[in-house]
């Protein structure tokens, strides 16, 4: 063996070389750029899809509450989103064009609504509907209505539908 730092054997009988001084090293590499515009339209699609989830999440913790169970079922309690099924009562119904108010009515109980805008479709007194919104001082504050049957039901069969007699709405519903 011998005493040069650089050269290192392995045994008595051969002797293997080693090269330990420094190298030059090739030049760091650039980083390439990033893509942004990809990067951003990810940032829109996960944020989009957020929004549609939260959306989908509101409208599913709803309660769905017949008129005569508010405040006396639980989670049918006024302050909170409510979906309200009842009938629309006869000559209840009051429209300005901006707002809509008429009265609901489910085995016995009623209560006043108050929907801005107009309802449209078949919306009409003396049908079923299911009003989603929130009970507040009395009056429930509808932002959308949904309508039992639709115009086609009632052309496709007309004798299982039936009208009200003497104008005034059935209860039963």
Known sequence: ??????????????????????RATSPVPSRKRRPWGAIAVLV?????????????LTSAVDYYCNVDEIGQKDGCDAGRRLRVQGVVDAGSVADDGTVTVFDVSFNGETIPVR???????????????????VLKDGTFLGDRIEV??????????????????????????
């Open 1 to 22: 063996m011998t005493d040069d730092p650089q050269r290192i054997g392995s045994s008595d009988d051969a002797e293997a070389d080693i090269d330990l001084s420094p």
């Open 44 to 56: 829109v699609v996960v944020g989009a899809g957020f929004v549609v989830i939260t959306k989908f």
């Open 115 to 133: 929907y801005e805008g107009d309802p449209g479709g078949i919306f009409k007194e003396c049908i079923p509907v299911v009003v989603h919104g």
């Open 148 to 173: 039992k049957h639709s115009n086609e039901y009632e052309a496709e069969n007309p004798d299982r539908v039936d009208e009200p007699e003497d104008g005034e709405c059935s209860q039963s519903a």
